[in-house]
Protein backbone atom coordinates (compact mmCIF):
# COMPACT_ATOMS: atom_id res chain seq x y z
CA UNK A 1 0.00 0.00 0.00
CA UNK A 2 1.36 3.72 -0.91
CA UNK A 3 2.33 5.57 2.25
CA UNK A 4 1.73 9.62 1.21
CA UNK A 5 3.73 12.22 2.21
CA UNK A 6 2.96 16.00 2.06
CA UNK A 7 6.07 18.14 2.54
CA UNK A 8 4.87 21.04 4.03
CA UNK A 9 7.87 23.53 5.29
CA UNK A 10 9.67 26.57 3.35
CA UNK A 11 9.77 26.24 -0.59
CA UNK A 12 13.57 26.54 -0.56
CA UNK A 13 13.16 23.27 1.86
CA UNK A 14 11.99 21.13 -0.81
CA UNK A 15 14.97 20.49 -3.32
CA UNK A 16 17.32 19.76 -0.27
CA UNK A 17 15.23 17.21 1.54
CA UNK A 18 13.31 15.68 -1.43
CA UNK A 19 16.34 13.44 -2.58
CA UNK A 20 17.14 12.90 0.74
CA UNK A 21 13.66 11.65 1.78
CA UNK A 22 13.56 9.70 -1.20
CA UNK A 23 16.58 7.67 -0.37
CA UNK A 24 16.00 6.95 2.93
CA UNK A 25 12.02 5.95 2.79
CA UNK A 26 13.08 3.73 -0.55
CA UNK A 27 16.28 2.44 2.19
CA UNK A 28 13.13 1.45 4.48
CA UNK A 29 11.55 -0.41 1.58
CA UNK A 30 8.30 1.76 1.80
CA UNK A 31 5.90 2.31 -1.15
CA UNK A 32 5.34 6.05 -0.94
CA UNK A 33 4.28 9.30 -3.32
CA UNK A 34 6.17 12.51 -1.51
CA UNK A 35 5.67 15.47 -2.96
CA UNK A 36 4.27 19.44 -1.63
CA UNK A 37 0.75 19.08 -3.19
CA UNK A 38 -0.69 16.13 -1.91
CA UNK A 39 -4.75 15.42 -2.03
CA UNK A 40 -5.47 16.62 1.95
CA UNK A 41 -7.79 13.13 2.24
CA UNK A 42 -5.04 11.45 0.86
CA UNK A 43 -2.18 12.49 2.97
CA UNK A 44 -0.92 9.90 5.79
CA UNK A 45 1.80 11.67 7.51
CA UNK A 46 2.98 15.47 7.15
CA UNK A 47 6.42 16.83 7.40
CA UNK A 48 5.82 20.07 8.87
CA UNK A 49 7.79 23.13 9.37
CA UNK A 50 5.28 25.99 11.46
CA UNK A 51 6.77 28.74 8.52
CA UNK A 52 5.39 26.53 5.68
CA UNK A 53 2.36 28.14 5.75
CA UNK A 54 -0.35 25.10 6.76
CA UNK A 55 -2.27 26.13 9.87
CA UNK A 56 -5.63 23.70 9.65
CA UNK A 57 -5.20 20.18 9.83
CA UNK A 58 -8.68 19.60 9.61
CA UNK A 59 -9.29 18.61 5.80
CA UNK A 60 -6.45 15.31 6.59
CA UNK A 61 -9.26 13.24 8.04
CA UNK A 62 -6.69 9.84 7.28
CA UNK A 63 -3.56 11.99 8.43
CA UNK A 64 -1.53 9.11 11.14
CA UNK A 65 1.54 11.88 12.18
CA UNK A 66 3.23 15.25 12.12
CA UNK A 67 6.71 14.64 12.31
CA UNK A 68 8.41 18.27 12.71
CA UNK A 69 11.19 19.85 11.15
CA UNK A 70 11.68 22.06 14.09
CA UNK A 71 13.20 20.82 17.73
CA UNK A 72 10.64 23.54 19.59
CA UNK A 73 6.65 22.96 19.09
CA UNK A 74 5.39 25.99 20.85
CA UNK A 75 3.78 27.24 17.40
CA UNK A 76 2.37 24.02 16.88
CA UNK A 77 1.29 22.60 20.15
CA UNK A 78 -1.70 24.39 20.98
CA UNK A 79 -3.82 24.20 17.10
CA UNK A 80 -7.21 22.66 18.10
CA UNK A 81 -7.36 20.97 14.63
CA UNK A 82 -4.58 18.96 15.08
CA UNK A 83 -5.80 15.85 16.55
CA UNK A 84 -2.77 12.98 15.70
CA UNK A 85 0.48 12.61 16.99
CA UNK A 86 2.84 15.07 16.80
CA UNK A 87 6.98 14.57 17.12
CA UNK A 88 9.20 16.76 17.17
CA UNK A 89 12.88 16.77 16.29
CA UNK A 90 15.32 15.44 18.00
CA UNK A 91 18.20 14.69 15.65
CA UNK A 92 21.37 13.90 16.40
CA UNK A 93 23.00 16.50 13.98
CA UNK A 94 21.30 19.26 15.87
CA UNK A 95 22.26 18.00 19.09
CA UNK A 96 26.05 17.60 17.87
CA UNK A 97 25.85 21.39 16.47
CA UNK A 98 24.33 23.05 20.08
CA UNK A 99 26.39 20.67 21.57
CA UNK A 100 29.62 22.80 20.16
CA UNK A 101 28.25 25.86 20.36
CA UNK A 102 27.29 25.96 24.22
CA UNK A 103 30.63 24.11 24.93
CA UNK A 104 32.55 27.02 22.88
CA UNK A 105 30.95 29.45 25.11
CA UNK A 106 31.30 28.24 28.32
CA UNK A 107 34.57 28.08 27.37
CA UNK A 108 34.95 31.58 26.34
CA UNK A 109 33.41 32.27 29.68
CA UNK A 110 35.85 29.89 31.58
CA UNK A 111 39.07 30.94 30.27
CA UNK A 112 38.32 34.57 29.71
CA UNK A 113 38.74 35.08 26.09
CA UNK A 114 36.96 38.02 25.54
CA UNK A 115 39.39 40.09 27.60
CA UNK A 116 42.19 38.56 25.74
CA UNK A 117 40.73 39.41 22.38
CA UNK A 118 39.06 43.24 23.00
CA UNK A 119 41.91 44.30 25.68
CA UNK A 120 44.93 45.56 23.81
CA UNK A 121 46.18 48.45 26.22
CA UNK A 122 50.10 47.10 26.54
CA UNK A 123 49.01 46.18 30.80
CA UNK A 124 50.56 42.61 31.66
CA UNK A 125 47.78 41.03 33.66
CA UNK A 126 48.12 37.11 34.23
CA UNK A 127 44.77 35.96 35.05
CA UNK A 128 45.01 32.71 35.56
CA UNK A 129 41.34 30.91 35.33
CA UNK A 130 40.12 27.99 37.46
CA UNK A 131 40.64 24.37 35.91
CA UNK A 132 37.09 23.24 34.76
CA UNK A 133 36.84 21.48 38.24
CA UNK A 134 37.10 24.70 39.74
CA UNK A 135 34.13 26.40 37.49
CA UNK A 136 30.19 25.82 38.39
CA UNK A 137 27.95 25.49 35.27
CA UNK A 138 24.45 24.79 35.65
CA UNK A 139 21.94 23.54 32.44
CA UNK A 140 18.57 24.73 32.94
CA UNK A 141 16.51 21.83 30.99
CA UNK A 142 17.85 18.40 30.80
CA UNK A 143 15.80 17.11 27.31
CA UNK A 144 18.16 15.72 24.58
CA UNK A 145 19.68 18.91 24.16
CA UNK A 146 20.47 20.14 27.34
CA UNK A 147 21.62 16.29 28.40
CA UNK A 148 24.02 15.68 25.60
CA UNK A 149 25.16 19.27 26.70
CA UNK A 150 25.99 18.28 30.23
CA UNK A 151 27.55 15.17 29.53
CA UNK A 152 30.22 17.26 27.26
CA UNK A 153 30.71 19.42 30.11
CA UNK A 154 31.31 17.21 32.85
CA UNK A 155 33.78 15.20 30.69
CA UNK A 156 35.68 18.18 30.49
CA UNK A 157 35.55 18.01 34.37
CA UNK A 158 33.42 21.04 34.85
CA UNK A 159 31.55 21.25 38.09
CA UNK A 160 27.76 20.54 36.29
CA UNK A 161 24.48 20.93 37.82
CA UNK A 162 21.19 19.96 35.74
CA UNK A 163 17.77 21.53 36.89
CA UNK A 164 14.36 20.02 34.92
CA UNK A 165 11.04 20.16 36.25
CA UNK A 166 11.04 16.68 36.73
CA UNK A 167 13.40 14.14 38.09
CA UNK A 168 16.20 13.28 36.39
CA UNK A 169 19.37 10.77 36.84
CA UNK A 170 22.73 11.90 35.04
CA UNK A 171 26.25 10.17 35.34
CA UNK A 172 28.84 12.98 36.43
CA UNK A 173 25.68 15.86 36.36
CA UNK A 174 24.26 16.62 39.77
CA UNK A 175 20.39 16.73 38.74
CA UNK A 176 18.09 19.05 41.05
CA UNK A 177 14.45 19.49 39.80
CA UNK A 178 11.25 21.53 41.15
CA UNK A 179 11.31 25.22 42.78
CA UNK A 180 13.46 24.39 45.45
CA UNK A 181 16.11 22.71 43.05
CA UNK A 182 16.05 26.22 40.65
CA UNK A 183 17.15 28.06 43.63
CA UNK A 184 19.61 25.80 44.44
CA UNK A 185 21.40 25.61 41.29
CA UNK A 186 21.13 29.24 40.55
CA UNK A 187 22.41 30.78 43.73
CA UNK A 188 25.91 28.34 42.66
CA UNK A 189 26.21 28.71 39.14
CA UNK A 190 29.03 30.77 37.73
CA UNK A 191 28.42 30.04 34.51
CA UNK A 192 24.20 29.39 33.13
CA UNK A 193 23.21 27.63 30.36
CA UNK A 194 19.25 27.76 29.58
CA UNK A 195 18.18 24.62 27.23
CA UNK A 196 14.55 24.96 28.53
CA UNK A 197 11.36 24.46 25.93
CA UNK A 198 9.13 27.55 25.18
CA UNK A 199 5.87 26.97 27.46
CA UNK A 200 4.07 28.95 29.34
CA UNK A 201 5.26 27.26 32.52
CA UNK A 202 9.18 28.30 31.91
CA UNK A 203 8.55 31.81 30.46
CA UNK A 204 10.26 34.36 32.47
CA UNK A 205 12.54 31.58 34.04
CA UNK A 206 15.32 34.21 34.35
CA UNK A 207 13.79 36.94 36.10
CA UNK A 208 14.58 39.50 38.35
CA UNK A 209 13.99 37.05 41.73
CA UNK A 210 16.10 34.60 40.58
CA UNK A 211 19.05 36.65 38.80
CA UNK A 212 19.26 38.19 41.88
CA UNK A 213 19.83 34.56 43.49
CA UNK A 214 22.93 33.78 41.16
CA UNK A 215 26.61 34.44 42.44
CA UNK A 216 27.42 38.67 41.49
CA UNK A 217 28.99 38.38 37.99
CA UNK A 218 27.98 35.16 36.55
CA UNK A 219 27.40 34.73 33.16
CA UNK A 220 24.61 33.58 31.10
CA UNK A 221 24.21 31.78 28.03
CA UNK A 222 20.77 31.63 26.54
CA UNK A 223 20.57 29.32 23.04
CA UNK A 224 16.79 28.04 24.11
CA UNK A 225 14.61 30.09 23.48
CA UNK A 226 13.63 34.16 24.40
CA UNK A 227 11.08 34.24 26.62
CA UNK A 228 12.94 32.07 29.27
CA UNK A 229 14.34 35.26 30.20
CA UNK A 230 12.91 38.71 31.60
CA UNK A 231 14.51 41.02 29.68
CA UNK A 232 14.19 44.27 31.54
CA UNK A 233 15.48 42.46 34.39
CA UNK A 234 18.56 40.82 32.46
CA UNK A 235 18.99 44.09 31.90
CA UNK A 236 18.73 45.75 35.19
CA UNK A 237 21.18 43.01 36.74
CA UNK A 238 23.77 43.47 34.04
CA UNK A 239 23.70 47.44 34.44
CA UNK A 240 24.20 46.28 38.12
CA UNK A 241 26.82 43.91 37.65
CA UNK A 242 24.81 41.29 39.19
CA UNK A 243 25.09 39.75 35.80
CA UNK A 244 28.39 39.75 34.42
CA UNK A 245 27.60 39.20 30.83
CA UNK A 246 24.97 37.59 29.13
CA UNK A 247 25.73 35.90 25.45
CA UNK A 248 21.93 35.63 23.97
CA UNK A 249 21.16 33.51 21.02
CA UNK A 250 17.44 33.83 21.10
CA UNK A 251 15.00 36.51 21.27
CA UNK A 252 11.36 37.22 21.78
CA UNK A 253 11.12 39.20 18.24
CA UNK A 254 13.83 37.65 15.58
CA UNK A 255 15.24 39.24 13.90
CA UNK A 256 16.08 41.46 16.92
CA UNK A 257 14.94 45.08 16.41
CA UNK A 258 17.94 47.15 15.42
CA UNK A 259 16.80 49.57 18.16
CA UNK A 260 16.93 47.05 21.16
CA UNK A 261 19.59 47.90 23.98
CA UNK A 262 20.99 44.44 23.73
CA UNK A 263 22.62 45.51 20.72
CA UNK A 264 24.76 48.45 22.34
CA UNK A 265 25.33 47.01 25.62
CA UNK A 266 28.83 46.62 26.52
CA UNK A 267 28.18 43.36 28.13
CA UNK A 268 25.56 41.27 25.92
CA UNK A 269 27.06 39.20 23.12
CA UNK A 270 24.57 39.20 20.61
CA UNK A 271 24.52 35.73 17.62
CA UNK A 272 21.26 35.71 15.60
CA UNK A 273 20.18 32.77 16.35
CA UNK A 274 22.54 30.22 14.64
CA UNK A 275 23.40 27.56 18.15
CA UNK A 276 22.03 24.95 15.96
CA UNK A 277 19.79 24.16 13.17
CA UNK A 278 18.03 20.76 12.01
CA UNK A 279 20.57 19.45 9.96
CA UNK A 280 18.38 18.04 6.66
CA UNK A 281 21.01 14.72 6.57
CA UNK A 282 20.44 13.19 9.70
CA UNK A 283 16.98 15.05 10.33
CA UNK A 284 15.63 13.48 7.26
CA UNK A 285 16.90 9.95 8.69
CA UNK A 286 14.57 10.83 11.90
CA UNK A 287 11.70 11.86 9.79
CA UNK A 288 11.85 8.49 7.78
CA UNK A 289 12.17 6.42 10.90
CA UNK A 290 9.41 7.36 12.01
CA UNK A 291 7.29 7.21 9.06
CA UNK A 292 8.68 3.52 9.04
CA UNK A 293 7.32 3.00 12.50
CA UNK A 294 4.20 3.94 11.77
CA UNK A 295 3.80 1.56 9.33
CA UNK A 296 4.90 -1.24 11.04
CA UNK A 297 2.43 -0.40 13.98
CA UNK A 298 5.85 0.91 16.44
CA UNK A 299 5.61 3.69 18.84
CA UNK A 300 6.99 7.14 17.54
CA UNK A 301 9.88 8.92 18.68
CA UNK A 302 9.94 12.25 20.14
CA UNK A 303 6.18 12.73 20.51
CA UNK A 304 5.44 15.81 22.47
CA UNK A 305 3.50 15.61 25.15
CA UNK A 306 0.57 18.11 24.60
CA UNK A 307 -0.48 18.69 28.04
CA UNK A 308 3.05 19.94 28.67
CA UNK A 309 3.88 21.75 25.28
CA UNK A 310 6.80 19.36 24.62
Same mark, same amino acid.
Given at each position: ??????????????????????????????????????????????????????????????????????????????????????????????? =????????????????????? !?????????????????GR??????? #????????? /?????????? #?????????????????????????? =?????????? &??PA??????????????? #???? !????? &??????????????? &? =??????????????????????????? /???PH??????????? =??????????????????????????
Open positions: MTVNILFSARPALWPVYEPLLTKYLTDAGLEFQLGTDVDPDQVDYIIYAPNGGLLDFSPYTRLKAVLSLWAGVEKIAGNETLTVPLARMVDHGLT =QGMTEWVVGHVLRYHLGMDRH !ITVQDGVWTPEIPPLATKVCILGL #GALGEAAAR /TLAALNFDVM #GWSRSVKDIPGVTCMHGADGLRAALS =QAEIVVLLLP &GTTENTLNAETLALMPK #GARI !INPGR &GPLVDDDALLAALNS &G =QIGHATLDVFRIEPLPEDHPYWTHPNV /TVTIASETRPETAA =QVICENIRRGEEGEPFLHLVDRNLGY
